[in-house]
Nanobody, 114 residues
Framework: QVQLVESGGGLVQAGGSLRLSCAAS????????MGWYRQAPGKQRELVAT???????NYADSVKGRFTISRDNAKNTVYLQMNSLKSEDTAVYYC????????WGQGTQVTVSS
């Protein structure tokens, strides 16, 4: 059974930084495409960034140049470095593993105060 556990969320002022982590278990992590989604109150869940097993990355236009996704296969962990945070980045951030279906973490709250 796949488990994804996020950490690193919190409250930060606009312009600040946070790094989210997602530790995976129950999967051959190095073979998986991983991603981060977010869901703000009253809005649909949206894709933030993905990283393939070969470290190809993709970003939503709204976070390009500010967020960086990375992975450490030795630690079965994917990261999301978030810089220059804006109030509109406030959301619950979810880690995802892509296979035949999508596995989700429980989410971690990120709140950016203006």
């Amino acid at each position: 059974q796949v488990q994804l556990v996020e950490s690193g969320g919190g409250l930060v002022q606009a312009g600040g930084s946070l790094r989210l982590s997602c530790a995976a278990s129950g999967t051959i992590f190095s073979l998986n495409t991983m991603g981060w989604y977010r869901q703000a109150p009253g809005k649909q869940r949206e894709l933030v960034a993905t990283i393939t097993s070969r470290n190809y990355t993709n970003y939503a236009d709204s976070v390009k140049g500010r967020f960086t996704i990375s992975r450490d296969n030795a630690k079965n962990t994917v990261y999301l470095q978030m810089n220059s945070l804006k109030s509109e980045d406030t959301a619950v951030y979810y880690c995802a593993r892509f296979s035949n279906s999508v596995d989700w973490g429980q989410g971690t709250q990120v709140t950016v105060s203006s």
